[in-house]
């Protein structure tokens, strides 16, 4: 349907670690993320790409009408916030109205998004950093320490402090607490 449109999609990454090295590789004007994407979320992949490769814009897919991560998000480069039970042509706005330099917020995800932004003025004390975000993702998706350092190219011990950092500002006290916390905020899919 895209390319009936003129929009060429020029790769598909099943995580968000591919996402980052392919966007890195071949510089799209638009990234389509899914929020809920494994190894990497999608906030945590638009962050790097916005790094990795400055022109390319991020939309994010998701399930969920709840939008927690989008102050997150929009810290994060995010310039489209599209609803999946929305369809293909709304996705199909969402790219041209961002390749204009615009932002576009689905309408079933709309009102989400600003009450998500209005709290997000609101101090929360246990709001995490991007790494300690990342952390928790792999941890839950039940990945060991040695994979989650190398995957992050950081060290155990640097793992490890993330983790208890997490643990510490959470007031959680096993990994089971992690689990439930990364799904509660759409870190991973339940």
Sequence with gaps: MLQRQGIEVVAEAPDGHTAVELARKLAPDVAVLDVAMPRLNGVSAAHEIRRASAGTRVILLTALEDARFVPDALRAGVRGFVLKAQGADDLLHAIQEVCRG?????????????????AAGTPIPDRLSERERQVVQLVAEGKATKE???????????????RGRVMEKLNIHDTAGLVRYAIREGLIAP
Excluded at 102 to 118: E, F, H, I, M, T
Excluded at 153 to 159: A, L, N, P, Q, R
């Design 102 to 118: 615009g932002l576009y917020v689905s309408p079933g995800v709309s009102q989400a998004v600003v009450d998500a932004c209005s």
């Design 148 to 162: 989650i350092a190398s995957l992050l190219k950081i060290s155990v011990k640097t793992v490890e402090f993330h």
